[in-house]
């Protein structure tokens, strides 16, 4: 197997030396690029096409949870969580089959992580952790009631988010992404976790504004501020400020088509 490319991601100068430092030892590993925060990981993976991340979760601003939220699945390697807290993955990373290595880091931990993504990655697995990470995040961060909470009706979106609910009118929300069972909605800047399916929350959005770019991505038309050409037919819609989304083959027709109306 050719050596897996690899971004590293922490806060910390220190750490980040540690850590590349180890993963070094690795002959597998190519480290590719090296992020000091989560804006920097974001970019860099949508530049790179990098097969493995490294990632950790205390980080001021874009945390490594809101990476993997921000990032489309299909442009997110497989990932690696370091965290210094054991209260992050004493369970919901366990439950949900979620790699992680606790500080302080060792290189025995490096490597299992390092052939456990090898294996994957073997598999044709790249991208595919995103639910199993959202489902983590679910459990660390929601207290589901098992009520269907679909619609209110009145055209918003219902997150529930522990004890608290949330209706987001869907012209705030920029874009959708699927995630297994659950959805990820992004809206006002922030990045929303709905149990339910894209197919569920299809009937509820107004097809006038949003539009299906990817197999798991919808878009609010309204929000597009750049098409920027990619290889094989692809290209990318730049939403808002910070949004980087990928339009597959199968779909970009509806972009064009929404180009031409408005042209």
């Known amino acids: 197997m050719t050596t897996i490319q690899t971004i590293i991601v922490d806060d910390e100068p220190l750490a980040l030396g540690l850590l590349k430092s180890k993963l070094e030892k690795n002959p597998h590993i190519e480290i590719v690029a090296q992020c000091k925060n989560g804006r920097e ?18 980080m001021p601003g874009i945390d490594g949870l809101e990476v993997v939220k921000e990032l489309q699945s299909d442009e997110l390697p497989l990932v690696v969580f370091t965290t210094a807290y054991e209260q992050y993955a004493i ?10 290595i606790l500080k302080p880091i060792d ?39 098992g009520g269907d909470d679909t619609s209110n009706g009145a055209r918003k979106i219902v997150i529930r988010d522990r004890e608290e609910i949330t209706l987001l009118k869907q012209e705030d929300i920029a874009w959708l992404e699927a995630a297994g069972d659950y959805v990820c909605v992004h809206a006002n800047g922030e990045t929303h976790i709905k149990r339910s399916t894209l197919k569920e929350l299809l009937s509820d959005l107004d097809p006038s504004l949003f539009k299906r770019v990817h197999r798991s991505t919808i878009v609010n038309l309204n929000y597009i501020e750049k098409v920027i050409p990619h290889t094989k037919g692809e290209f990318f819609l730049i939403l808002g400020e910070h949004h980087k989304v990928k339009v597959s083959r199968n779909y970009r027709e509806v972009i064009k088509h929404y180009l031409d109306e408005g042209a």
Do not use: N
């Not at 993976?45 to 991340?53: F, G, H, V």
């Not at 919901?92 to 790699?99: K, Q, R």
């Not at 290189?107 to 073997?122: F, G, K, P, S």
């Open 91 to 100: 369970t919901a990373f366990d439950l949900h089959a979620v790699d992680y």
């Open 41 to 58: 990981a974001i970019e860099t993976a949508l530049s790179t096409q990098a097969d493995l991340m490294f990632l950790d979760i205390e």
């Open 107 to 145: 290189q025995e931990r490096i490597d299992r992580a390092v052939e456990r993504a090898q294996v994957r990655l073997t598999q044709g697995e790249r991208g595919q952790d995103k639910p199993g990470i959202i489902g983590a995040i679910d459990s660390m961060s929601h207290q589901q009631d």
